[in-house]
Structure formats: structure tokens, C-alpha cells
């Protein structure tokens, strides 16, 4: 019983045909696997972006900061101001508002503030009893 001596050529010739079919997958998946990275950085790059507040500026809205550049969100805030910045999606200006009665607009403020606490406490379930009483009160 003679045992066929096996075809060098068919062997070397089977190898070579899965390292190519191997080697075309690698290649496809490593086109894929860029291909889903590129997409994954373009979304984070739009979120990006549209975290950015530079992209509504420059849509014609403002945003307005006191002298130390905090955001001013409320008149209420803006009347006790000496001085702000306005700032435009091509730049910024500097603004002084006209004279106010700064005494009176603090006292509008403070009255603002103690009623929204006021608010806040009587819809909180640890109330805080605000209402400073007189030494002399007999209650």
C-alpha cells in the first residue's frame, strides 16, 4: 500500500488562497472599523459645536456679562450694573446703562428674591420659617 505523496504545490497553493482570504478581511474590517470611528468623531465634533453658544451668537442673538464676565440673566440684575459688555458673534461692546435710581432697584431686587424664596421654602418639604421676630414680641 502505497501512500500518495501529497502535492507540495496544491498545499502551498491552499495556504496562500486562505492568507488572501484572510488578508481581504482584515483589510474590510479595518475599513469599517475607520469608517464608524470617522462617523463617531464627526457626532461628537456637531455636539460639540452645538454646546457652543459662538453658533446663536452669530445667528443675531447676544449675550450680555458684567465686568468680571459672569452672564447677566434677568433685568433685575442688569439695573444694579454700573457697566456691562454686550458680546455679538463678530465682537463685543461696552455698555453703560442711563441713570437709575440704584437704591430703589436694589430694594425691588431684594423683595424679588425674598419672595421666590419665600416660594421655595413653602414648597420644600423641610420648611424654613423666615420671619425675623422683635425681642420684645410675645407671640
Known amino acids: 500500500m502505497a501512500r500518495a505523496i501529497p502535492n507540495l504545490s496544491d498545499i502551498i497553493n491552499g ?23 470617522q462617523n463617531q468623531f464627526v457626532n461628537l465634533k456637531n455636539l460639540l ?7 446663536v451668537l ?9 465686568n468680571e464676565g459672569k452672564i447677566v440673566s434677568s433685568i433685575a440684575v442688569a439695573n444694579l450694573l454700573p ?19 440704584f437704591v430703589q432697584d436694589k430694594l425691588e431686587v431684594m423683595k424679588k428674591n425674598n ?13 424654613i ?3 425675623q421676630r422683635d425681642l420684645f414680641d410675645k407671640e
Do not use: C, T, W
Not at 83 to 101: A, C, L, N, T
Open 15 to 37: 495556504h496562500i488562497q486562505r492568507l488572501d482570504d484572510k488578508s481581504n478581511r482584515l483589510k474590510l474590517s479595518m475599513e469599517y472599523l475607520i469608517k464608524n470611528k
Open 49 to 55: 459645536k452645538s454646546y457652543s453658544y459662538q453658533a
Open 58 to 66: 452669530e445667528r443675531g442673538f447676544s449675550l450680555v456679562q458684567d
Open 83 to 101: 457697566k456691562m459688555m454686550i458680546v455679538f458673534g463678530d465682537g463685543q461692546v461696552s455698555v453703560v446703562p442711563e441713570e437709575r435710581d
Open 115 to 127: 419672595l421666590k424664596n419665600k416660594e421655595k421654602n413653602k414648597n420644600s418639604k423641610y420648611r
Open 129 to 131: 420659617d423666615i420671619k
